[in-house]
């Protein structure tokens, strides 16, 4: 969907919550209720309710990632509803009931999905009808060997196969997850569909975070002209693996519009077409990209400018 002048802004509410453990997924999903409760809430009495809510990557347990692998459960179709999810599939029950509880989008962070023969780490997206609008399984696996942090997604996960975007009424969204982040050919991919935003749920590591988190997104909004936003889990220590937290979201010209600290918390930003339009008119990197000098990362559809 080409930017109009109707299409609304949006009210984002991103909710960092702490690395828990697999073991405490129940109570881990009751304090995301209330999480999002809260943000409802806050966000009705500041006169901005909230229309979009995004949670973490691995939200329904990480603390220890060998265990977190036991806790798969089944996603369904896109087009589900709180009735066609099985009762084994709890965290993912509770995603629908929340959206449909509060009338929100809900970006569902990721959580770990039953596949065949290993596993997905796959987001949801949710409409206010409590229905499964959208699933991307992470296609680029977090396999890394730093001084400061090893890991090795792939031996636990599969990798999906396809990039993902999704329509809502202030326009087109694209999601990535985590790793993604660091691959620029996701956010071009995901950009050249005329998103205005880019949304990443996110378990980055403190020493990856610190060296990088905010680089990275700033970079992806500025090189594509879109918002980001970003939920990270938020830091316990000591843990298996220490999460960065800093949730925030970038803007078109990117700059950082609202951030996190570590803990438990709730970010606020506001997805503002005029600054993507304004943006993208007074800087047209989308008409001016010469796709015939870089043909190896594809042809085809440019940003549209306003
Ligand atoms: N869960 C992840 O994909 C972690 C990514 C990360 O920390 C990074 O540095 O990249």
Redesign the pocket.
């Known amino acids: 969907m080409t930017l109009t002048q109707t299409t609304p802004n949006a009210n984002i509410a991103i909710i960092q919550l702490r690395a828990a453990s697999p073991a405490a997924k129940l109570e881990t999903i009751a304090r995301v209720r209330e999480l999002v409760a809260q943000a409802v809430g806050q966000s009705h009495a500041a006169g901005a309710p909230v229309d979009l809510v995004i949670l973490p ?1 691995l939200w329904n347990g990480l603390a220890d990632p060998d265990e977190s692998i036991t806790h798969d459960e089944v996603i369904p179709e896109v087009g589900a509803r709180v009735g066609d999810i099985p009762a084994k599939s709890v965290s993912v029950r509770a995603l629908a009931e929340i959206a449909a509880q509060h009338n929100i989008w809900l970006v569902g962070g990721t959580i770990v999905e039953t596949g065949t023969p290993k596993l997905y780490n796959t987001a949801t997206v949710w409409s206010p009808a409590g229905e499964l609008v959208q699933k991307h399984r992470k296609a680029h696996l ?1 396999d890394i060997a730093l001084p400061a942090v090893t890991f090795k997604e792939s031996a636990a996960f599969d990798p999906g196969q396809s990039l993902c975007t999704f329509q809502t009424p202030w326009g087109k969204f694209g999601l990535a997850i ?2 993604e982040l ?1 691959f620029a050919e996701v956010a071009i991919a995901l950009a050249r569909q005329d998103i205005s935003a880019i949304i990443y749920p ?4 403190k020493p ?2 610190e060296l ?1 988190w905010e680089l990275l997104h700033r970079a992806r909004a500025l090189d594509n002209q879109v918002y980001v936003f970003a939920a990270c889990l938020g830091r316990v220590e000591p843990a298996k693996v220490v999460m960065y937290g800093h949730s925030l979201a970038a803007n078109p010209l990117g700059q950082i519009v609202a951030t996190a600290a570590e803990g438990e918390e709730i970010v606020y930003a506001t997805l503002d077409h005029d600054v993507v339009k304004d943006t993208r008119a007074g800087i047209p990197l989308g008409t001016q990209r010469r796709f015939d000098l870089y043909a190896d990362i594809g042809v085809g559809a440019v940003i549209s400018a306003a």
Not at 202 to 205: C, H, K, L, N
């Open positions: 990557e977090f985590c790793y660091r996110a378990a980055f590591t990856t975070g990088h």
